[in-house]
């Protein structure tokens, strides 16, 4: 049987593109083990300097002045005119890596690996020997809906929402050539449930050591750390009989320390911490809300697990954080801070009006749709087997491992 290959663009501006080329790779092998192999590729960073900048500088205006991404976001819109019809920086590495690997599919799952991207390994690998296909994240469209994720000539296009779909269309994308596929989180995220309300009580109090019955907010951050907990806890401490905190820090150690002590110093107010977790789908099922800035792959995460969104916009909101943000305020489907005091009106309103949250935790419910989480696998693995003149079987879909 032929193996397929599938080579995977991604770059490190922020996490959740990384996060959907580790679950994609994850689920290949769940569903097809050796039959299919994945390359995961940091495509912007090893290709070029002049790329690694600007991944640096990205990562540090989404911890430091969010605001000025809106001219930055300008910037990186030239792209869509310098690599319209092939790579121009980077084009060194990348044709290597295609004539080395020379995969059967190209799965771009970043907006800046697309145009001229496809166009290059057809020339490269000859026409009908590889699919090109792109998984877009953003939840609506309009301004922060980078035009590099179009590339008319993919063989697939998949987005997360039926907006964001039409938004594809209205920039060119074949409308046969979309689909509409929400969640990609790894199998781990989709498999561990908590299914029952005890097994959700068993889970706060016997491994975070909180308590069962009181409204939980949970206070994310991105994998850089980013995020105000500092600010936002101690508008906590008016409501202590009746909230509590989950806080994660991501890999900001001086974060992680700073709220640990800050948890020392306030013993009245329930607070569990960790730094970069691996349970954020678990943390989502125990808590009430989730305090977060609009990054798409934690707030896709949150309304699957059915935890309304807070929005942190505190700092300012990045372009393709509005279009989330605009997404769920747009169906008054979740809140919005530009401050800590905005957060301490907000948790001292649901307070004393609980029916204000059970209100808005239904309208947030009704955007959800659930799917089997290996269609969107399947469609672009055979994609990829097409390329290759093989046809796979699929696995049977493991077993949930509920708690």
């Given at each position: 049987m032929a193996r397929v290959r599938i080579l995977v663009l991604t770059s490190s501006t922020g996490a959740g593109h990384?996060?959907?080329?580790?679950?994609?790779?994850?689920?290949c092998f769940e569903l097809y083990r050796h039959d299919v192999d994945v390359r995961i590729e940091q495509m912007l960073e090893k290709s070029s300097r002049l790329f690694r900048w600007g991944v640096d500088f990205y990562n540090w205006i989404q911890m430091k002045s969010p605001w000025i991404h809106k001219a930055f976001f300008l910037f990186v819109e030239l792209l869509s005119l310098v690599n319209r019809r092939s790579v121009r920086w980077g084009r060194?590495?990348?044709?290597?890596m295609l004539r080395d690997y020379r995969p059967h599919l190209v799965f771009?799952?970043?907006?800046?690996?697309?145009?001229?991207?496809?166009q290059l390994a057809r020339k490269i690998l000859g026409p009908g020997q590889v699919r090109c296909a792109t998984y877009c994240g953003e939840f609506s469209g309009g301004f922060g809906y980078s035009i590099n994720w179009v590339e008319p000539s993919a063989d697939l296009y998949v987005s997360r929402t039926p907006t964001a779909r039409d938004y594809a269309v209205k920039l060119g994308m074949p409308r046969e050539r979309t689909r509409v596929r929400g969640h990609l989180m790894r199998p781990r995220a989709h498999l561990e449930v908590l299914r029952t309300a005890s097994a959700r009580r068993d889970y706060l109090v016997d491994t975070l050591e909180l308590a069962p019955d009181r409204f939980t907010f949970f206070l994310a951050t991105g994998g850089n750390g980013a995020n105000n907990h500092l600010a936002l806890l101690p508008k906590l401490l008016p409501h202590a009989g009746r909230v509590q905190a989950v806080v994660?820090?991501?890999?900001?150690?001086?974060?992680?320390?700073?709220?640990?002590?800050?948890?020392?110093?306030?013993?009245?107010?329930?607070?569990?911490?960790?730094?970069?977790?691996?349970?954020?789908?678990?943390?989502?099922?125990v808590s009430d809300a989730i305090v977060t800035r609009g990054g798409t792959t934690t707030c896709a995460k949150a309304l699957h697990f059915e935890c309304p969104v807070v929005f942190n916009a505190i700092g300012g909101i990045m372009p393709q954080e509005e279009l989330t943000v605009k997404f769920f305020r747009n169906a008054q489907a979740a809140e919005l801070i530009a401050n800590a005091d905005d957060f301490a009106a907000l948790v001292t309103r649901w307070m004393e009006r609980p029916k204000e949250y059970r209100e808005l935790r239904g309208r947030f419910l009704g955007l959800r749709y659930d799917e089997n989480p290996a269609t969107v696998i399947e469609e672009l693995v055979d994609l990829g087997a097409a390329a290759a003149g093989a046809k796979l079987k699929l696995r049977p879909f493991p077993p949930r491992k509920e708690r």
């Open positions: 990384d996060a959907r080329a580790q679950a994609f790779a994850e689920w060194r590495y990348y044709e290597q771009s799952v970043h907006d800046c690996l697309n145009r001229g991207y496809f994660i820090c991501g890999r900001n150690r001086d974060a992680y320390n700073e709220v640990v002590h800050w948890r020392n110093e306030h013993p009245g107010l329930g607070v569990f911490v960790d730094g970069f977790s691996e349970e954020v789908h678990l943390l989502m099922q």
